[in-house]
């Protein structure tokens, strides 16, 4: 977060005086004031990365001082992302530039995987080096870790849940997928979420289809905001409680079309309290824009332009307690500023972050920056252990079967060979300590071997329907250091190198798009039917879905909070 001190402050006082230049001017823009809900004209000054100045008069000394006339342009604020997952694949770096590059120049993301792959003081130290940035990089401190893990409470322990919630680029607690352990009595939840609210710090729920009741539960425990609406009445509901509503346009849940029609039975006064999400999409869905995307369509649905704009960036700075240097256009804000031909396409022709042009007359002026993953501890996954032939035992009666892309349902088996559309799935420990095995129903009809280090837990997922290509495709796994490999009856056929830590890429998201749908479409040739194989990886062994998961301690069911088959120590 930025901090002036007292020479810089003095500097951009002095602008204002006359007696230094500024920057940049952008002169005759018609520009978003957020809290007023109104297009003004003016012109605006910036000093190096802040706004200093918006209205009628130009500086009086203007040497050495970029000057830009954007008459008949608009200026809105950048976008903000409050709920990232930056590590789908792609890492925070690589979707901050490809965001930004579409106006979202902000992003609170989500700390899972920093507190999986690092210690404390490693994720502190990446969160800072983060601040270096031109984009805003900030992020929500999770209570638990979205899975069973066998070490849960070492994870989260109260001494660490404390460090990253008052940390000041934390901006809240959540996303609570725990909930129903803390409406269980799980006190050491709430104590955590007690402490988050002293800090003056909001609390994001993860709540689809909760009840009245259940929401009101939870509001009564801190939660203040949800973005798992998934109906107009979900959205009126919450707001009605006090909530803060982000509505979702993701890969997975694509819901903002409906959800804006919706919501029109509900005649709504007021938006204030709603902002926009792409909720962690994977590449592929973002090709076709980032919260840009998310105003055309509140635009198209006939959502006021202030309203629509205040949505994707105000909203959520005000609600995250940033609206004192993010959302507006006004002094003292950090220069995030988009220039939009036009007031009805929310894709800017330029993009200011932190001051510097990152998009002039839509052409890029960064090229995305190396960055030094070795410093933190970040390389290439090295696994020295190997398979053995022990590993691949999988009788159970019980086995998993597939609804969709991440929902998975328990089913009595039969047969102790493959039906046709069975195969074998293995989630092993990256240190190759235990492993799980079930079989999965409803995956593929025709993949041999299928393995990936990418997934919610950090450990590796084997999916196949022949156990020695399952082999093969793990073995090429581990030579590439990390990621996802796919093997047919006699050749592998697919692989996407994760060489951070066997987690995600340090390839530029528009080339991860690619290789997003090229994966999809093997996949789909094999059997696959469904549409994100992505995200199917990353929610296998997430519990805050139904109905069944494969988690680091066994097969758990969800909704019995009951461990069905435990984890094998190898």
């Excluded at 200026?75 to 979202?104: D, K, W």
């Excluded at 690092?118 to 984009?135: G, H, R, T």
């Excluded at 352990?181 to 729920?205: H, Q, S, W, Y």
């Amino acid at each position: 977060m930025f901090h002036w001190d007292v020479e810089q402050i003095r500097k951009q006082i002095n602008v204002i005086k006359g007696k230094e230049n500024p920057s940049k001017v952008l002169k005759n823009v018609t520009y978003l004031n957020g809290p007023l809900k109104k297009w003004l004209s003016g012109h605006i000054w910036i000093s190096e990365n802040r706004i200093i100045y918006v209205g009628e008069e130009l500086p009086e000394n203007l040497e050495n001082t970029e000057v830009v006339d954007c008459t008949g342009q608009f200026a809105v604020p950048g976008y903000i992302e409050p709920h990232a997952h930056p590590f789908q694949l792609y890492n925070p770096l690589t979707l901050a530039h490809y965001a930004s590059l579409r106006g979202t120049t902000t992003l609170v993301s989500d700390n899972l995987l920093l507190s999986i792959l690092f210690n404390k003081q490693q994720a502190f130290s990446f969160i800072n080096a983060l601040d270096k940035e031109v984009s805003s990089f900030y992020w929500w401190a999770r209570y638990d870790s979205q899975t069973v893990l066998q070490n849960e409470r070492q994870t989260y322990t109260k001494e660490t849940l404390k460090a990253w919630t008052d940390h000041p680029n934390v901006l809240q607690g959540g996303e609570l997928t725990g909930w129903p352990k803390v409406l269980a009595g799980e006190d050491e939840l709430v104590k955590a979420m007690i402490e988050t609210r002293k800090n003056n710090k909001p609390i994001e729920g993860h709540l689809p289809a909760a009840s009245a009741k259940t929401l009101t539960q939870l509001a009564l425990l801190g939660v203040t905001s949800d973005h798992e609406s998934m109906t107009g009445k979900d959205v009126f509901e919450r707001l009605r409680l006090g909530y803060n509503v982000a509505l979702r346009y993701s890969s997975i849940r694509p819901d903002l079309p409906a959800l804006l029609e919706e919501m029109k039975e509900y005649d709504l006064a007021s938006y204030d309290k709603i902002m926009f999400t792409t909720d962690g999409s994977t590449p592929a869905f973002y090709e076709q824009g980032v919260i840009d995307k998310m105003i055309s369509i509140a635009l198209e649905n006939g959502i006021p332009s202030e309203e629509a704009y205040n949505m994707a960036s105000y909203n959520a700075a005000r609600h995250l307690r940033i609206d004192d240097v993010h959302g507006i256009i006004a002094p003292g804000q950090i220069a995030h500023i988009n220039i939009l031909s036009d007031i009805n396409n929310p894709t800017p022709i330029a993009v200011l972050a932190s001051g510097e042009w990152v998009l002039r007359n839509k052409e890029a002026c960064m090229e995305e920056k190396p960055f030094p993953w070795a410093d933190f501890d970040v390389e290439k996954l090295n696994i020295s252990w190997e398979l053995k032939e022990a590993d691949f035992q999988f009788e159970t009666k019980t086995g998993l079967k597939m609804l969709n892309s991440v929902i998975i349902k328990p089913y009595e088996r039969e047969e102790e060979a493959l039906a046709e559309d069975e195969s074998y799935v293995m989630l092993i420990d990256r240190n190759g300590k235990w492993r799980v095995n079930t079989i999965l129903k409803g995956f593929a009809t025709n993949v041999c071997g299928f393995v990936s280090s990418y997934s919610n837990s950090g450990d590796i997922i084997l999916i196949g329907r022949n156990k020695n290509r399952m082999i093969a495709a793990f073995n090429r796994m581990k030579q590439i250091g990390g990621g996802i490999v796919l093997s047919d009856n006699e050749e592998l056929v697919y692989e996407l190198p994760l060489p951070l830590a066997g987690a995600f890429s340090d390839m530029p998201l528009v080339w991860l798009a690619k290789e997003n749908t090229k994966l999809k479409e093997m996949l789909q040739e094999r059997g696959y039917r469904f549409e994100d194989p992505v995200y199917t990886l990353l929610f296998l062994s997430s519990i805050h879905l139904p109905y069944i998961r494969v988690t680091p301690a066994g097969i758990y069911n969800v909704m019995q909070k009951s461990i069905l088959n435990p984890f094998e120590v190898r």
